[in-house]
């Protein structure tokens, strides 16, 4: 959205033009002493500023729910991709565990196998 030489207001600063403007953050030079501020973009229209003509307050609100609608959305998918990455991470612990405890087993079984006897050798005289 365009918004170089927008007028907006602010409660404290009163009205001003935006002069600049990048991705993230926007320059607004306010008509009384306090020169220029910069304010995050867009989100300072949430709570700071707000455009003087209607239409285009409508457009940032708009805009900044679009923001938000996107961004709830990739948190949702992280989410649940987390929550099937802990599920995986789960399933393959418990399946060392088994290992682990089938080999415990057989171990404890081989230890627990009375040792072959042994038969002594007699030698008979020559």
């Known amino acids: 959205m365009n918004v170089i030489n927008e007028r907006v207001s ?21 008509d009384v002493k306090d020169g220029e501020m ?13 455009f003087v003509n209607p239409d285009t307050q409508r457009g940032i609100i708009s805009e900044i ?10 948190q949702r998918m992280l989410a649940e991709e ?15 565990k088994k ?3 089938k080999k415990s087993a057989a171990a404890r079984k081989a230890a627990a196998k009375p040792a ?4 002594p050798i ?3 005289g020559i």
Not at 65 to 74: A, K, P, S, Y
Not at 116 to 119: E, F, L, Q, T, V
């Open 10 to 30: 602010h409660r404290k600063f009163g009205e001003g033009t935006i002069v600049k403007h990048d991705d993230s953050l926007i320059t607004v030079n306010f």
């Open 82 to 96: 987390n929550e099937k990455r802990g599920e995986h991470q789960q399933k393959l612990l418990l399946e060392q």
């Open 122 to 124: 007699v030698k008979q």
């Open 116 to 119: 072959a006897k042994r038969i």
């Open 38 to 50: 910069k304010f995050v973009y867009p989100y300072g229209f949430e709570t700071f500023l707000e």
């Open 99 to 101: 290992d682990a405890q």
């Open 65 to 74: 729910r679009r923001i938000r609608d996107r961004l709830e959305l990739e």
